[in-house]
Each structure stands twice: as C-alpha cells, then as structure tokens.
C-alpha cells in the first residue's frame, strides 16, 4: 500500500454526520492530492456502488469504495469519527472510514486494495492503534504496514525454535465459492457480495466466481488448490465442476448465500474440520467414485436435484425468449396481428414497404422462438450430464416439436437425455475408448436412445397432456381464472427472479409457442405480476420515507424504471433487508394483480418489455388497472407493517441527523 496513503489523504477528525458527508470530504482529499479529477463524478460512482449493498463491517468500520473513471491512481483515504457514521453495519455506525477508490478498469487493483485492507480491519490491535493514533503521518504509515515491528520478548531456544516455524493456524482459512442464478443478473452478485462481506468480516479469504447466462471467467487453478472448502450457492447447475473435486463441499441455493453467507462459512469450516471430502463428478466423464448422481450436491434430495436441472434449462432460454419475443411483439406493433401470416420474406421482400419489414422481424423472431424447446430439453441435459448429454437433449427436444408435444415434451426430453447419459457414463470402458466417449460414443447412443423414446414411447401421450392443458386454459374463466391469475401471482413475487419466479414465467412463455386466447391471458398475468413488487417499493419509498434508510430511497428511484420494464429484482434490495415484511406484501399486491388481469380478460402476446409493450395487450386501460391496483396494495401493506415496528422517531438525515439515529428510526 506503499503508494495508496499519505499524511494528507488522513483526517483524524472527521466532522461529517452522514456517509455522504464523509465520502465527499474524504475525496476532496484525493482531488488535493491529484488522485480524482472529478469530484462530483467520483463521488456519483461511489453512491452507486453503496446503493448496491452497504459497505459497513462489524467492529465499526465503514469501506465506501468503488470504481472509477475520474480516478487516475489506487487511492485510500482515512477518516476517524467521533460521533459515528452510519455505513449499513448490522453492530451500529461506523468510526474508522476507508474511502477506496480504483481507476476504471483496475479490477485486480481494486480487489487486492479490499481483501488486503481487510484482512488487516480483522486484527483488534490493528483497529485499536487507527483509534489510539494522533498523528496523521504515523497513521497513515501504520495503515501503509511501515511501523516498525515489536521487539521479540526473551524466549527459550526451544520456544525460539517454535516460534520461528510458521502455525498452520496463522494461515487464514479460504475459499472459494461459485454463484449462479437463472439470469445471472441479480441473485448471482448479491450472493457473491454476500459471501465475500460475511468472508471479511470472519477472517476467511473468499474467492467467488460468478455464473450466469452472461458467462463467467474461471478461478485460478491455484486458487482452487489452495483453498481449504467450497461453496456453490446457485440454481443453475455449476459449470466444470470436476475442478474442485477433493475439497469439502457446501452446496445450497443462490437465496442462501446472500441471507446466511456467514453460516455457510461457518459449515464449511466445520467439514474441513472433519475431513469431508464431497463426491463431485469428473466433467465430461462418468461420475466420481462414490458418486450417487450428477449433482455432487452434497446429499441434495431429488427434488433439490431436479429444480437445479429445470432451473439450468430455463436460464440458458430467457435469452431466446428475449429476443424472439421482442422481436415478434415489433413485428405486431407495425404490422398488425396479421403479418403472422405473410410470405416468406426471403421470396417476398419490398424494402419500401413497412409490411415487409414487420414479416421480417416476425419471422426472425419466429426462427428465435423455434429454439424454445430444443434449448430447453438440451441444457437440462447439459444441467444433469454436461456436455456429452447437449446433443441428445436438442434432439429430444426437436422432436418434442415434430410429434407436437411442445413445452412439457422439452422437459421430459431433457430429463430423459440427462438421465440415459449418466447411465452410460456408469458403464466401465476400456482406457483406450475414454478419449472419444464424450464427443461420439455418448451423443450417438443417448441421441438413438432419446430419440426412440420420445417418437415410439412417451411422445405421444405427452402430446395428448399438451393439447388438454391447451384447452384447459383455452376454457378458463370466471372464478377459475382468477385462481390461477393468484396462484401465478404469488409464484412471480415470492423469490422475485429465484425459482419459483422462472417456473410461472416459463409456464406463460411456454404458452407462446403455440399461443391461444388462455395462454396470452396467463402471459399478461405473469408479467403484470412481476412488475408489481419493485413499483410498490418505488411507491413506498416516495409516500413515506422515513420508514426507508437512505440508500433504500435510491433505490427506490430506480425501481420505478425497473418496475416499469418487468425487471422483478428491482425489489431484491428491499426484500433482502427485511424480507419478514417486504415478501409478505409484495405476494399479496401481486396476487390482487394476477387475479384482476385473468378476471379482465387482459392477453399478452410479448414474453417481456413492461409497460412498453402497452400497445400489444389487450384491453390495456384495464391491464394498467391490475398493476396499479396490486402496486397499491402492497405499498400499503409494506407501510403499514414497517410503521407498526417504529419505535423511535426517524429524524431528517438529510436535513443533519446522524446516519446512526436515522437508522434506528428506520428499523427498529
């Protein structure tokens, strides 16, 4: 840290009363110093990281931090506050402050600056000497790791000896762990922020990869190798998992990892302790000796097996909803609801003509939309049995389509194709044969296997299933309508993006494939829905702020643009603060809204798009009813259960009161 800190980046007396305050005095600092050439800039990108998640640790300690294009070099700042400012710590407001900033694209650089600073934060004596210090030149070197080291007290020669080989338990306790959720947007991050405070504030060096539908860039081998456990919090199935074979195991779900990070360390810990060494499968191959299925989900129950199998479908095919959808929705808005029905544009194309251009943008998201199923069945697959079980999932899935058997043929596809490749991979082989295994032998067998099932056995009565849930919902009305608009009401806003979340948007997106008029209803539904949990924290937010901590309230600005776009996680932040009283509420808004869209009549013929795709609903005044109606609903009922916990009035914060009262007001 040689370069980071100097005399003048310290202030021993920090006046500031609020965490505002205090990371812009901190960076007039590093403007004086030639660091930041903007304030206003930096300090716009260090409030947008804090309103992502607090930066306040246990022990009084606060580490504003971000990264930036107006910084020009790693730079630390250091305050100390008599009064206490408030970063969000769950212990009470912070005294020591670390302002980092990092240039822009100094990801190592920004990385080392934290994990180092606070394995040192983690050390009493350390935080003791910051508070005892008065001189900011000594502090600033004590920060820097230049005071001199203590003189060795008068020891034996055999004592002397044992003290100069290093304790295995001076080694800090590591780990690496990997996130994933179905979008690989929200949950993923939240859980490996989660995962790496709860590390800090523990002294256990976490190291997170993060897996999502975006991709992922891999943990060092030697990372891997020197860790002492493993954590995967994820619904999705984790990628190449064989790399942290031999190392105990905790295998939970994304939701865990971002509410109880600290116990999840706490558990691998304790089976590091006891030697458990999980049973992970080799990717590519069969599975790992002892191993009683693909999942190495460390005595995962069937059922947590197979959600993390559908799960892993359905987010490698939101991208294809997406896009197909969108691109079929423009296609309407110009062309109308008949431009379905055009020629092939490649033989009937007027460059001129808006018709022309609606068939084409229709019939592009059309070839989208043709993937539904063959990407679903096939990533089922890959979730159970990686790569060998792709090819015998898409043509599972293909087939699905020839023999009409639609969404619910994708999914039993999938299942079977991951099913016949792990029975293959559980045959022994000769040495010889191991090599061409995955990429021929595997694939051309499952795919016959797979293939004769879904023509001769099961794809017929899954077609029959499929048309008689057609008709079913084709027939829906009155009160079993609204039933159904409540229960997928519950199911959007329960976990916002988690499980259950994806499972009633896959249901409606499944319905779009082959749409009706019961399908376009349950399509409007789930997404009337899913936009009414961030629009009510918005509207909490606004109509009452003071039962909302500052950086809740900035939140709640952009969950009005979250809300509006049919982005569900905009409400993630709030839920995960005080999901006792937010859950509840939101589940209740959006089942009123679910219930009035079916009640309504309202259809959908948009998989996404929010209130952008208004021209596109039918019988839209009453749709925009429905999710005022639920957004209102839950509003009220979160105001109404944070009020009734008030206790102590909330002062202003922004009007002067300290961060520590604020939030006391707020969550008490």
């Not at 505002?20 to 110093?33: G, I, K, Q, Y």
């Not at 499952?446 to 056995?457: D, Q, T």
């Amino acid at each position: 840290m040689s370069e980071l800190i100097t005399a003048e980046l310290v202030d021993l007396d920090l006046s500031a009363t609020t965490k505002d305050t205090a990371a812009r005095s901190l960076a007039e600092r590093m403007v004086a110093a030639h660091r930041v050439t903007d304030l206003d800039g930096f300090l716009a990108d260090v409030a947008a990281r804090e309103a992502q998640m607090p930066t306040g640790l246990d022990g009084g300690i606060g580490i504003p931090h971000c990264r930036s294009e107006h910084v020009n070099a790693p730079t630390l700042a250091f305050g100390r506050s008599a009064r206490g400012i408030d970063f969000g710590a769950a212990d009470g407001p912070a005294d020591l402050i670390f302002l980092i900033a990092a240039p822009a694209g100094a990801d190592d650089d920004h990385l080392t600056i934290l994990s180092g600073l606070a394995r040192r934060l983690m050390d009493p004596e350390f935080t003791a000497a910051l508070r005892a210090g008065d001189d900011p030149a000594a502090v600033a070197a004590l920060i820097r790791g230049e005071e001199p080291a203590p003189e060795p007290e008068a020891t034996t020669p055999i004592a002397a000896a044992e003290e100069a080989a290093p304790a295995e338990d001076d080694a800090p306790f590591r780990i690496v762990a990997v996130t994933s959720c179905p979008t690989g947007i929200a949950h993923t991050y939240m859980a490996a922020e989660s995962l790496t405070a709860a590390g800090r504030a523990e002294g256990v060096e976490v190291t997170v990869e993060t897996q999502g539908s975006a991709g992922f860039s891999k943990l060092d081998p030697a990372v891997i190798a020197a860790a002492d456990a493993v954590i995967w919090a994820h619904d999705v199935e984790v990628r190449e998992k064989a790399r942290f074979r031999g190392k105990p195991l905790v295998d939970v779900g994304v939701k865990a990892g971002i509410n109880r990070p600290a116990e999840l360390i706490a558990e691998a810990r304790r089976k590091a302790e006891r030697g458990e060494i999980a049973a992970v499968p080799q990717s590519g191959d069969g599975p790992a000796d002892g191993a009683d299925d693909a999942s190495g989900a460390d005595g995962a129950h069937f059922g947590v097996r197979l959600r993390t199998y559908l799960m892993s479908g359905v987010s490698y095919m939101v991208p294809f909803v997406a896009a197909g959808g969108l691109l079929i929705a423009l296609s309407f808005a110009i062309g109308g609801y008949e431009i379905a029905d055009a020629k092939s544009v490649a033989d009937h194309f007027v460059w001129g003509q808006a018709d022309s251009w609606a068939a084409l943008l229709n019939q592009i998201g059309s070839a989208a939309f043709g993937f539904l199923v063959p990407v679903l069945a096939g990533y089922i697959a890959y979730g159970m049995a990686d790569r060998p079980a792709l090819v015998p999932g898409f043509v599972g899935g293909a087939i699905a389509l020839t023999v009409d058997a639609g969404f619910l043929g994708g999914l039993v596809a999938g299942l079977l194709a991951g099913a016949v490749v792990m029975a293959i991979q559980r045959f022994p082989v000769h040495a010889t044969l191991r090599g061409i295994m995955p990429v021929l032998v595997i694939p051309l067998i499952a795919s016959a296997v797979v293939g004769f099932l879904m023509f001769i056995v099961v794809g017929k009565p899954i077609a029959a299933l499929q048309s008689a849930l057609t008709d079913w919902l084709n027939g829906l009305s009155g009160s079993n309508a609204v039933i159904l608009g409540v229960v997928l009401g519950l199911m959007m806003c329960f976990d916002m993006g988690g499980p259950l979340n994806k499972v009633a948007y896959a249901f409606a997106v499944g319905g779009l494939a082959d749409p009706t008029d019961g399908s376009l209803k349950v399509m409007a539904a789930v997404m009337a829905a899913g936009m009414v949990p961030p629009l009510a924290m918005a509207l909490a937010t606004t109509v009452r702020k003071k039962l909302f901590t500052r950086t809740e309230r900035e939140n709640g600005r952009a969950a009005w643009v979250l809300g509006a776009s049919f982005i569900t996680e905009g409400a993630i932040p709030f839920a995960a603060a005080d999901p006792l009283r937010v859950i509840p509420s939101v589940m209740a808004g959006g089942a009123v809204t679910g219930a009035l869209s079916m009640a309504f009549g309202c259809t959908l013929r948009a998989p996404h798009g929010g209130i952008f795709v208004v021209p596109l609903i039918g019988e839209p005044f009453l749709y925009l009813l429905a999710i005022a109606a639920g957004t209102l609903v839950a509003t009220a009922l979160v105001i109404l259960l944070k009020g009734a916990r008030r206790t102590v009035p909330v002062p202003a914060d922004e009007a002067g009161a300290t961060g520590a009262d604020a939030r006391v007001g707020a969550t008490a």
